[in-house]
T-cell receptor
Framework: AQKVTQAQTEISVVEKEDVTLDCVYE???????LFWYKQPPSGELVFLIR??????QNEISGRYSWNFQKSTSSFNFTITASQVVDSAVYFC?????????????FGKGTRLSVIA | EAQVTQNPRYLITVTGKKLTVTCSQN?????MSWYRQDPGLGLRQIYY???????DKGDVPEGYKVSRKEKRNFPLILESPSPNQTSLYFC???????????FGPGTRLTVT
């Protein structure tokens, strides 16, 4: 079973629209970590956020916000007032440090295109 | 400047010709890993290393080897490359497996 599901393969929005990227994860561990990474067209991978399973507080960083809900096993990412520079592939990832499995599993990514 | 370097950045090779992709980090990180990125499949972990001389398989280890003789270096070895190993490869490092990872710039490998 897929441990990290990003159901939206591609999203296209017009500049200044808000957009939410979904991430649903699967784990039996009580201790785990969730991440979001951004891959702009230039190809590098950029860390955005890390959240541990004991901290359900939502986080806001400028136009970016993250909604972590353990009840629905989701860690969604919202960009407010999107800009062309937000165009990228966004990856959600899960780390289960005590499960004995590989430490980091990525979703397949969501390609976001912001049109001017 | 904190960074992860990979070499080469681009490589075209033929089936069966052994190759090594180097990875080096200057942050004294204990944890290093290799990923491959393929269209529609996201990033999949090949191998990871928790410390010197400690390596373990990721999700897709077949056809790859790694070694961790020094803390800063984590080379990826393809003993007999095949066309299905054509991919974009990323090396990453972090202070531990649950901290944010710093990624290298990527190596685009084509095996014909």
């Amino acid at each position: 079973a897929q441990k990290v599901t990003q159901a939206q393969t591609e999203i296209s929005v017009v500049e200044k629209e808000d957009v939410t990227l979904d991430c649903v994860y699967e784990t039996r561990d009580t201790t785990y970590y969730l991440f979001w990474y951004k891959q702009p067209p230039s190809g590098e991978l950029v860390f955005l956020i890390r959240r541990n399973s004991f901290d359900e507080q939502n986080e806001i960083s400028g136009r970016y916000s993250w909604n972590f809900q353990k009840s629905t096993s989701s860690f969604n990412f919202t960009i407010t007032a999107s800009q062309v520079v937000d165009s990228a592939v966004y990856f959600c990832a899960l780390s289960e440090p005590y499960s004995g499995n590989t430490p980091l599993v990525f979703g397949k990514g969501t390609r976001l295109s912001v049109i001017a | 400047e904190a960074q992860v370097t990979q070499n080469p950045r681009y490589l075209i090779t033929v089936t069966g010709k052994k190759l090594t992709v180097t990875c080096s980090q200057n942050m004294n990180h204990e944890y290093m890993s290799w990923y491959r990125q393929d269209p529609g499949l996201g990033l999949r972990q090949i191998y990871y290393s928790m410390n010197v001389e400690v390596t373990d398989k990721g999700d897709v280890p077949e056809g790859y080897k790694v070694s961790r003789k020094e803390k800063r270096n984590f080379p990826l070895i393809l003993e007999s490359p095949s066309p299905n190993q054509t991919s974009l490869y990323f090396c990453a490092s972090s202070s531990s497996g649950v901290e944010k990872q710093y990624f290298g710039p990527g190596t685009r490998l084509t095996v014909t």
